[in-house]
C-alpha cells in the first residue's frame, strides 16, 4: 500500500516555512524524502531510520514517529530553488529492496 | 563522474513491437530497480534486483522483464509493449545489499516511452 502524503500541492513565497506529512497504514521500517524538479530524476534528501537515525543533506530536516508511522518534512526560509515535487518512501519489509513511493506534494516558491 | 544512465532517453514506438531500455552504473552497486512514473501516481517499482542474477518483482510488474547478468546493467525489456506501458521510466541503484533501506537510490535521468 502506497504511503499517504499531505499536503498535495502547497504554494509559499520565498522565505516562508512548510511542513510536508508522509504517512502509512502499515509499519514504517525507515522513510525516504525525495525531491524531483520538473523534467528531471529524483534527486535524494534524507533518509530517517527506526532508533532516530538520519543519513541527508544538513539543511534539510525530518521527523519520524515510529509509533504513529509518520514522518514530516521541514522546509524552513524556503527559496526558490526548493521547488519541485517531494517524494517520500519506503520499504514494504525491514529489507526494503521492494520500495514504495507516496505520490507526491508539489511545491511551487513564488518570489 | 559516478551516475547511472539509461538509454534511449527518449522511445516513441508501436503496440508489440520488442524493445529494450538499457540501464547501467558506474559505482558498483549491488541494488538496482525499475520504476514508472505516471502522473498523480507518483514513482512505481516495477522490478528490482538485489545482486547479479537475482531479480524480484515490484509493484506493477506485468508487461516487463528484466535481466541482471552484470553487476553495473539492468535492463528493462518489453517484449509486447501497449498503449498502458507509456510512461517515464527511471532506472535508479543503490549501494545496499541486504541490509535494509538504509541507502539512498541514485536515478537515472529517466525515458520517455510512448506506444502509439
Known amino acids: 500500500q502506497q504511503p499517504v502524503q499531505s499536503p498535495q500541492a502547497v504554494i509559499l513565497r520565498e522565505g516562508e516555512d512548510a511542513v510536508i506529512n508522509c504517512s502509512s497504514s502499515?509499519?514504517?521500517?525507515?522513510v525516504h524524502w525525495y525531491r524531483q524538479k520538473h523534467g528531471e530524476a529524483p534527486v535524494f534528501l534524507m533518509i530517517?531510520?527506526?532508533?532516530?537515525e538520519q543519513k541527508g543533506h544538513e539543511k534539510i530536516s525530518a521527523s519520524f514517529n515510529e509509533k504513529k508511522q509518520q514522518s514530516s518534512l521541514y522546509l524552513t526560509a524556503s527559496q526558490l530553488s526548493y521547488s519541485g515535487t517531494y517524494f517520500c518512501?519506503?520499504?514494504?519489509?525491514?529489507?526494503?529492496?521492494?520500495?514504495?513511493f507516496g505520490p507526491g506534494t508539489r511545491l511551487s516558491v513564488l518570489p | 563522474e559516478a551516475q547511472v544512465t539509461q538509454n534511449p532517453r527518449y522511445l516513441i514506438t508501436v503496440t508489440g513491437k520488442k524493445l529494450t531500455v538499457t540501464c547501467s552504473q558506474n559505482?558498483?552497486?549491488?541494488?538496482m530497480s525499475w520504476y514508472r512514473q505516471d502522473p498523480g501516481l507518483g514513482l512505481r517499482q516495477i522490478y528490482y534486483?538485489?545482486?547479479?542474477?537475482?531479480?524480484d518483482k515490484g509493484d506493477v510488474p506485468e508487461g516487463y522483464k528484466v535481466s541482471r547478468k552484470e553487476k553495473r546493467n539492468f535492463p528493462l525489456i518489453l517484449e509486447s509493449p501497449s498503449p498502458n506501458q507509456t510512461s517515464l521510466y527511471f532506472c535508479?541503484?543503490?549501494?545496499?545489499?541486504?541490509?535494509?533501506?538504509?541507502?539512498?537510490?541514485?536515478f537515472g535521468p529517466g525515458t520517455r516511452l510512448t506506444v502509439t
Open positions: 535508479a541503484s543503490s549501494p545496499q545489499g541486504l541490509a535494509g533501506a538504509s541507502y539512498e537510490q541514485y
Open positions: 530517517l531510520l527506526k532508533g532516530g
Open positions: 534486483s538485489m545482486n547479479v542474477e537475482v531479480t
Open positions: 502499515k509499519a514504517l521500517y525507515s
Open positions: 518512501g519506503t520499504g514494504r519489509d525491514n529489507y526494503g529492496q521492494n520500495f514504495v
Open positions: 559505482m558498483n552497486h549491488e541494488y
